[in-house]
């Protein structure tokens, strides 16, 4: 069992990025794994003005935000595709943290209505979690056609994604259970 922070990356009104998240805390939560969902609609949070540890009064929601990111052994992200890349909720969210994520990995789900399933969004997102010190594990989890593959009421409709999943979960938890080993005898810095 890991403590795992989702981090879901729509902040739109009408988002796919929902279903797919909650699908995953499902996921995560059968694997007896306990998870911190992080939601930037329901925080409602700014764009950036202060990180976190600039900040002179953080407020309770910021606190309890800090100490999900902090606790997470684990990182998952799901993200939407804008423009060939992750979103600006999905980074804003991040921007607030760094030593945090120090020397714990990160998994990224991403999921688009075309073919390529948010590919894009996804490889940029490595390049941000690898500067985070949250380096992603190797596989991604790409969903094409998300529309169809969920229905209007997040129910999963093609349950080939229930045993799909399963391999790029097996694959997170092993680097979690590595980094963690590491961590035990000392980090770097
Ligand atoms: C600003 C914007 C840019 C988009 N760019 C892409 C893109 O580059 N590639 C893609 O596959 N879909 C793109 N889309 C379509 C989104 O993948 C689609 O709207 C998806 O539902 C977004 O996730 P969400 O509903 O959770 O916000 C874009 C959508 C928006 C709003």
Excluded: C
């Excluded at 797919?20 to 409602?44: G, S, T, Y």
């Excluded at 910021?62 to 060939?84: F, H, Q």
């Excluded at 590919?119 to 992603?136: D, H, K, V």
């Excluded at 529309?147 to 979690?176: C, Q, S, T």
Aim: hydrophobic share 40%.
């Amino acid at each position: 069992m890991a403590k795992i922070a989702l981090i879901v990356g729509s902040v739109r009104r009408d988002r796919q990025g929902i279903k797919v998240a909650r699908w995953m805390e499902e996921k995560l939560r059968i694997r007896n794994h306990m998870v911190f969902f992080i939601d930037p609609l329901e925080l409602n949070l700014p764009l950036l003005d202060r990180m976190y540890k600039e900040m002179t009064e953080p407020s309770e929601k910021m606190k309890s935000l800090r100490s999900k990111i902090n606790d997470a052994e684990g990182y998952l992200a799901v993200t939407p595709e804008y423009n060939r890349s992750t979103s600006s909720a999905m980074k804003n969210t991040l921007d607030y943290f760094l030593e945090e994520y120090f020397f714990k990995p990160s998994a990224i789900v991403s999921y688009s209505p075309g073919m390529f399933g948010g590919i894009n969004a996804s490889q940029q997102l490595r390049l941000i979690f690898a500067e985070l010190g949250a380096p992603s594990i190797s596989s991604s989890f790409t969903i094409s056609r998300v529309n169809k593959v969920f229905g209007e009421d997040g129910k999963l409709m093609d349950e080939a994604y229930d045993k799909r999943v399963l391999k790029f979960l097996e694959e997170f938890e092993w680097y979690i259970a590595a980094f963690k080993t590491q961590r035990d005898k000392g980090t770097p810095y």
